[in-house]
Nanobody, 119 residues
Framework: QVHLVESGGGLVQAGGSLRLSCAAS????????MAWFRQAPGKEREFVAR????????NYADLVKGRFTVSRDNNPNTVFLQMTNLKPEDTAVYYC????????????WGQGTQVTVSS
């Protein structure tokens, strides 16, 4: 079992920055890549960013490229999402997810942290 806990969400004005954290506990040695997703009210959950086990490979959704940066510290097992130049359309609940090597999907999810960007 892997347990994920996000933190760092909040209310920020457009153009501002926030840094989200996701702390992993449990069988963290089984974690392969980790990712951030978000879900806005009335919309489906969407991919935001992904980072591989070693931190060398990172992928981003087009909507956040150049503004968001994903990073990872394996000791302790924490993944970060640095968000800059935030826009009102970035408002969503942000979720951390972990792939445990069971295919291409994500096996563990956090409870989410709310990010609200005011205009």
């Amino acid at each position: 079992q892997v347990h994920l806990v996000e933190s760092g969400g909040g209310l920020v004005q457009a153009g501002g920055s926030l840094r989200l954290s996701c702390a992993a506990s449990g069988r963290t040695f089984s974690i392969y890549h980790m990712a951030w997703f978000r879900q806005a009210p009335g919309k489906e959950r969407e991919f935001v960013a992904r980072i591989d086990r070693g931190g060398g490979i990172r992928n981003y959704a087009d909507l956040v490229k150049g503004r968001f940066t994903v990073s990872r510290d394996n000791n302790p097992n924490t993944v970060f999402l640095q968000m800059t130049n935030l826009k009102p359309e970035d408002t969503a609940v942000y979720y951390c997810a972990a792939n445990l090597g069971n295919g291409v999907g994500y096996d563990a999810w956090g409870q989410g942290t709310q990010v609200t960007v005011s205009s």
